[in-house]
Structures are given as structure tokens and as C-alpha cells.
């Protein structure tokens, strides 16, 4: 070996897969992000190896996942692993925190999971979009009305891949909801009536948070429909403040 030649790997991958090579420069820009954030020094403090997170986390008992390997990878700042990692364990997470209440070092392995994850959002890699595809109605909800599941989702429809254990859920929601105290409850086809005032003032937290630019980047088509169902809500709010306007001066 010459006093030049280095041991880092220009190009990580593996030589058997036809995967492409990921550049050492593209593996340090998304340890960057991952470190970057305002949360990483709060969420890691060093790590004992010590496997505690491991043993009280409810996911390493059924998947092929350990917070502790995940905290090792980056404390070690082990590039290659961090990106083998966010392919698809990453995702075995249930963000109970467990772990975070156990370590005895102070660290939040689901919170360093987390901003993995939003690195890999932001990177727009396949296993953001491949978790997040069977999420496309809940988000279509969430984001263009400020909602999660509206109660008359949650049918067999809609549901198709649980199964027979839908009709499980079957419920006279109508009745239900009617049954809620709060006005803004009774309702099916939402989880609880927003006002559009609100509706629009979410559409700007979506914008300056960089949330609608991450959808765009990981679901297009999803994005598109989104984008149209605020500009029908925006057009509705400035139709309500001009009637406001007119009832004013008449
Ligand atoms: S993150 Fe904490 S609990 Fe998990 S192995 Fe490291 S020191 Fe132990
Ligand atoms: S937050 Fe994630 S890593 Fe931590 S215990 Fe829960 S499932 Fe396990």
C-alpha cells in the first residue's frame, strides 16, 4: 500500500446488487442533515452499548430492529450503516419512547429514529415513499383539512386490506357523534369541523415548515390534489371576507 492510498471507500454499495454505488459525499450530506438538526445533541449523549433500549423496545421483539445498533451507527458515525439503516429498519419504529424513558445515558433512540427519518423524507429515498404510499388518504385528510381519519373512513371500503375484521368496526357513527357534546364532534365525514379561517392559516404553517415541498418530493401526484384543494379553499376564504366587506357597507 503506497503512503497515499486511503481505507475510505469512495463509493459504498454492494458489489453483488445492481443497485447503484452511493458516493462518500452523498453519504456524509445525509449524516449532515441528521446532525444538523436542532434536536440531535439533545437526543444523544454517547452510548454504553449497553442494549437496555433494545430489551424494553416493543419493536426489536417482532422485527429485525434494535435502537441500540441505530444509536451505535450514530455515535460511531458509521456513513454506510446510518444509510443501510434508513432503507427500511428505521421504519420498524413505533415511536413509543420507551427507550428514551430507559436509556441511562439520557438519549432518545426514537428520537434520533425520527429525524432519520425526516432525513430520509427530505432525500426523497425509496423507503420514505414506499412506508408512506398506504398513507396517502390519511395524509390527503390530514394535510388539505387539518384532520386525521374522518369516523366514516373507517369502513371496509376505505379499509379493504384489514380484512374481514372491519365489519368489527362497523358502528351507528351517525348516532354516535350526535351523541358528542361539542358541536364541532358531531359530524362523520370529519373527525371535527375546522373553520376555514383555520384551514387556510394551516396551508401557511405547511408552506414556511417545508412540509408541502417534502410531500412534493416524495408523492407528486398526492401533492398536486392537495395543492388544488387549498387554492379552492383560499378562494373560498377570500370570497367570505369580501361578503364581510359588502355586508359592512350596505
Ligand atoms: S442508547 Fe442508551 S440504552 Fe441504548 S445502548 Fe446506548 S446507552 Fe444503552
Ligand atoms: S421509540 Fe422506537 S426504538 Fe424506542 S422503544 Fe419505542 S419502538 Fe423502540
Redesign the pocket.
Known amino acids: 500500500m503506497s503512503a497515499t492510498t486511503t481505507r475510505v471507500q469512495e463509493n459504498i454499495g454492494d458489489p453483488v446488487s445492481d443497485k447503484p454505488q452511493v458516493s462518500r459525499p452523498q453519504l456524509e450530506e445525509i449524516f449532515k442533515d441528521i446532525q444538523a438538526d436542532l434536536r440531535y445533541d439533545h437526543e444523544?449523549h454517547?452510548?454504553?452499548?449497553?442494549?437496555?433500549?433494545?430489551a424494553t423496545c416493543p419493536a426489536a421483539h417482532y422485527y429485525d430492529f434494535s435502537?441500540?445498533e441505530i444509536?451505535?451507527l450514530l455515535?460511531t458515525e458509521n456513513l454506510e450503516g446510518i444509510y443501510d439503516a434508513m432503507q427500511e429498519k428505521i421504519w420498524a419504529c413505533a415511536q413509543c419512547y420507551t427507550?428514551a424513558a430507559?436509556?441511562?445515558?439520557?438519549?432518545s433512540?426514537g428520537g434520533l429514529i425520527m429525524l432519520m427519518r425526516e432525513t430520509a423524507i427530505k432525500h426523497e429515498m425509496e423507503s420514505a415513499k414506499s412506508v408512506l404510499r398506504p398513507f396517502s388518504r390519511v395524509m390527503l385528510k390530514l394535510v388539505s383539512t387539518g384532520n386525521q381519519l374522518a369516523p366514516d373512513m373507517i369502513n371496509a371500503e376505505h379499509f379493504a386490506d384489514w380484512g374481514p375484521n372491519i365489519s368489527k368496526v362497523d358502528a351507528p357513527l351517525k348516532l354516535l357523534r350526535k351523541a358528542i357534546p361539542m358541536p364541532t364532534l358531531n359530524t362523520t365525514a370529519t373527525a371535527w369541523e375546522v373553520n376555514l379561517r383555520t384551514s387556510v392559516e394551516l396551508y401557511t404553517i405547511w408552506e414556511e415548515t417545508g412540509v408541502l415541498k417534502q410531500l412534493e418530493g416524495i408523492d407528486r401526484n398526492l401533492f398536486d390534489v392537495i395543492a388544488d384543494f387549498m387554492d379552492e379553499k383560499r378562494e373560498d376564504w377570500k370570497d367570505f371576507l369580501a361578503d364581510q366587506e359588502d355586508e359592512k357597507d350596505d
Open positions: 444523544l454517547g452510548c454504553l452499548n449497553c442494549g437496555i433500549c433494545t435502537p441500540r444509536v451505535q455515535w427507550c430507559r436509556c441511562p445515558f439520557g438519549n433512540p
